[in-house]
Structures are given as C-alpha cells and as structure tokens.
C-alpha cells in the first residue's frame, strides 16, 4: 500500500532517456522531477515549458514504468527582491499550467526564507513574513485552480517560513482550497530540539494535516550533540519507519513516498530497509 520512488537528479544530471534507464533499474514506480536538477540543457527551464515537451518527458519515463509523481520548482516564495520573486513566481506557475502534460498533478516548493539564499534567519517568526507568504502563495494556488494542478509546500522547521505544525494549520485554514497541498517531511519538519519527540511530532502531523498530503519525502536523522543531521538516507539513523508506514498505512494508503539524499550506490540499501520495513507492518 505504499509507492516507493525517488528524485531523479540523485542520479545525477544527463538525458531523460539515460536517465529513465538508470531509474527504472531499480524498480521505482515514480519521482520528484526537477528539470533544471535533472535534465542535461535545463540550467534555466523558464519558458521552455510546452504541452508537447511536457508529453515527450511523460512518455519516456513510461516506457520504463516510472510516472511523474511530482514536478519540482523550489523557490524562495519570501525572496526579498521584489523583482527577483516575481521571476521565481512567473516560472512556478508556468509549471502548473502544464504539469498536466507531465502525466502530473503536483508541483512542489519550500517555503522560502527572507535571506536570498532560503537559509535561516529571525525573521522568519513574524507575523510580517507568514503574511507576504500567505499572499504569494495565494497567487499560486488561484493558478492552481485554473490549471487542474496542485501546488504542494513543504515545511522546513529551524529554517523556513512554515517552520512548525501550528505554521502549517494556519496556511491551511488562510487558504482552504482543494488545489494547495503538503509534501510531508517527517525528517525536515523535526525541530533538533524535539528531535527526542519524533514519534509523537509524527503522529501529531497525521492527525491534523494527513488529508493535505500529496507526497512523503523520506531521509533519516542522527542527532550529534545538540545538532540535528538530516542528511542520511532511509535507514540509517534514528527515524521511526515502522511508525512512518503504519501511520501511513491508516492515513494516505498508495501515496508516493520519494527517498532523497540518497546516490545511486546508497539506493540498494535503503529499499532494501523500506521493503523489510513494509513487510514487517502487513
């Protein structure tokens, strides 16, 4: 009852045929395709955007039985420069309008920081930034909704806008359309300093958001002192999968389940722990 897939630039950057081969040795049913990470002459993808491109890249994934499940475009939804925002938002929703041709529905972001660069700042807890970003995404999800799409946030705690369960309810609620969803990051989503709570900020993310969720990000964690790692892939840290695919079980059976930060040599080992893990739940 769970799809297990990847994100297709952990492969590396090159062809999409090259690339679809490569995946689709490992048996994966879907990935997060993010073009300008992905695909070799998309540095800059605005713009290049059309139906037929959108079908050529659905297609060729196909024919080795991987299906879109999620178009990346990460942009700082807050960037500070006003210019520099409109650009990030006019290519975000240039990717809704033809997410559909992708075999697609959903086109996912973080959630951005005032910093340029998405990194951590202060400011990120007044009620000033949740208000611009409320706005911003508000002017996505209406694009959503004319297009058929979905624009999926993921919440980063420590470091982005939505930074905590209570952010994300909140956005929820401002913005009650069926079009916005979440990418749930169990691993992204645990502030260090409750890092000792994993399981319970787990089940509290199931309990008042599951029925937002589009797609799951999986990676693990080790705390090291009072420092949260959250690089390492499935299986290697402290995360409760068990828990994970049970709660997952119950809630949002079939959704795509995307393992990152993993490299094409560290990808037999942790489908290796996702099978075990799904076996033993049955």
Not at 101 to 127: H, M, Q, R, W
Not at 221 to 238: C, H, N, Q, S
Request: with cysteine.
């Amino acid at each position: 009852m769970i799809n297990i897939g990847v994100r297709a630039h952990d492969f590396g950057k090159m062809e999409a045929t090259e690339l679809s081969h490569r995946i689709g040795e490992f048996g994966f049913s879907g990935i997060q395709l993010a073009l300008n990470k992905a695909i070799d002459g998309f540095d800059r993808d605005q713009g290049r955007l059309s139906p037929g491109l959108g079908n050529y890249f659905r297609d060729t994934f196909a024919r080795n039985r991987i299906n879109i499940s999620v178009l990346g475009c990460y942009i700082n939804p807050v960037h500070p420069d006003r210019l520099e925002r409109e650009r990030a938002l006019s290519r975000f929703k240039e990717h809704l309008l033809y997410a559909r041709d992708f075999g697609c529905a959903i086109v996912g972001t973080e959630t951005g920081s005032p910093n340029p660069d998405c990194s951590f700042t202060e400011l990120i807890y007044k009620e000033e930034t949740f208000q611009d970003f409320i706005t911003t995404l508000r002017a996505l999800v209406s694009t959503a909704e004319k297009a058929g799409a979905l624009v999926a946030i993921e919440g980063v705690a420590d470091k982005h806008t939505i930074y905590s369960h209570e952010r994300m309810k909140r956005t929820l609620e401002l913005i009650p359309s069926p079009n916005l969803g979440i990418i749930y990051d169990p691993v992204n989503f645990l502030p260090a300093d409750r890092a000792c709570e994993s399981d319970r900020l787990m089940e509290e993310a199931f309990e008042l958001f599951a029925h937002k969720m589009v797609a799951i990000h999986a990676k693990d964690f080790i705390m090291v002192g009072k420092k949260k790692d959250g690089t390492l892939p499935a299986g290697r840290g402290e995360l409760n999968y068990h828990l994970l695919f049970d709660l997952i079980r119950h809630y949002k059976p079939w959704i795509h389940v995307l393992l990152e930060n993993n490299k094409p040599e560290t990808l037999p080992e942790s489908l290796q722990f996702l099978e075990k893990v799904r076996e033993e739940i049955k």
